[in-house]
């Protein structure tokens, strides 16, 4: 179950810190995305998007277009009905898909090449920007379905446009930089449930084996068991030493021996004389 458990930790650790250092890497500590300068192919006088293009809201989007040479060039931001219907009768690219950072797909619509009017006489945009060689907007995207349009003004056309899109998410960069720091910790715990990295637990002292001794075993046991006595007189005299002086004036003392009696019990490491039995038993 340990082993489970730090190798789950492990790989959510550094799956963790791998896409908070992506994160963090990816928006820098202004919190931005930048991407680009990216060519766009069109020949005519506008490029627009479809709708599904810029359908999350929230995000701060910058938008940079860039010409070659003096051409005037216009960026403006309209909802998706009024750009529709003002660039319906004119040749046009559409991008109709687009993934962060850079990844779009488009196509093209035949129509006329000039536009109906001049975009910068209309009144209906939400924000525009122009300028000579380039021009850039920034905004919020709304909750509502918009268009982007970059289109040429005059008798210009969008030939060599190059664009550079950046978008700013707050605290995206500390988002990321925690994610990280948390990853790295999933990763040090899994390490350590691993034993790949010496833990903080406490150890548990040595004990000598000394420590375990019973203190009772220091003290010789008195032989109490009377085949362990030479004679009646040493089983007494052993277990009267070992209670004590006035447990043994306590007692009554031995019978007397009778004269001629053979101890009860043979003395340890004395050899008896062997009877008549014996000797003959010996010659045999």
């Known amino acids: 179950m340990r082993r489970v ?3 789950g930790l492990l790989a959510l650790g550094i799956l963790l810190a791998l896409a908070g250092a992506v994160v963090a890497v990816a928006m820098g500590p202004d919190d931005r995305l930048t991407t680009g300068p990216h060519d766009v192919r069109a020949d005519g006088r506008a490029v627009v998007t479809r709708p599904a293009v ?3 809201y929230g995000p701060q989007v910058s938008v940079l277009v860039e010409v070659p040479g003096d051409k005037p060039v216009f960026l403006g931001l309209g909802h998706t009905v009024d750009v529709e219907d003002y660039v319906s009768s004119t040749a046009r690219v559409e991008v109709t898909r687009f993934r962060v950072p850079w990844s779009l797909k488009s196509r093209v619509a035949t129509g006329e090449p000039q536009l109906r009017a001049a975009p ?5 945009w939400i924000m525009q920007a122009a300028g000579v ?4 907007l920034r905004f919020t995207l709304p909750d509502e ?15 060599g446009l190059r664009v550079t899109a950046s978008y700013e998410v707050p605290g995206a960069f500390g988002v990321g930089v925690g994610m990280a720091a948390t990853g790295l910790g999933a990763a040090l715990l899994g390490l350590v449930a691993l034993r790949l990295v010496p833990g903080v637990g406490r150890r548990t002292p040595p004990v000598e084996a000394s420590g375990f001794v019973d203190d009772e075993w220091d003290v010789p046991w008195p032989e109490t068991d009377p085949s ?8 007494l005299s052993e277990e009267g030493t070992a209670e004590g002086p006035a447990t043994r004036a306590d007692r009554p003392s031995a019978p007397p021996k009778k004269r001629g009696a053979k101890p009860r019990w043979p003395r340890k ?5 062997p009877g008549p039995g014996t000797d003959k038993e010996v010659a045999r």
């Open 5 to 7: 458990a730090g190798i």
């Open 54 to 56: 810029l359908a999350r």
């Open 120 to 124: 910068t006489a209309l009144d209906w």
């Open 133 to 136: 060689g380039g021009a850039e």
């Open 145 to 159: 379905p918009v268009s982007l349009a970059v289109l040429a003004v005059g008798d210009s056309d969008l030939k």
């Open 228 to 235: 362990d006595a030479d004679t009646w007189d040493d089983f």
């Open 269 to 273: 490491g004395k050899v008896g004389k």
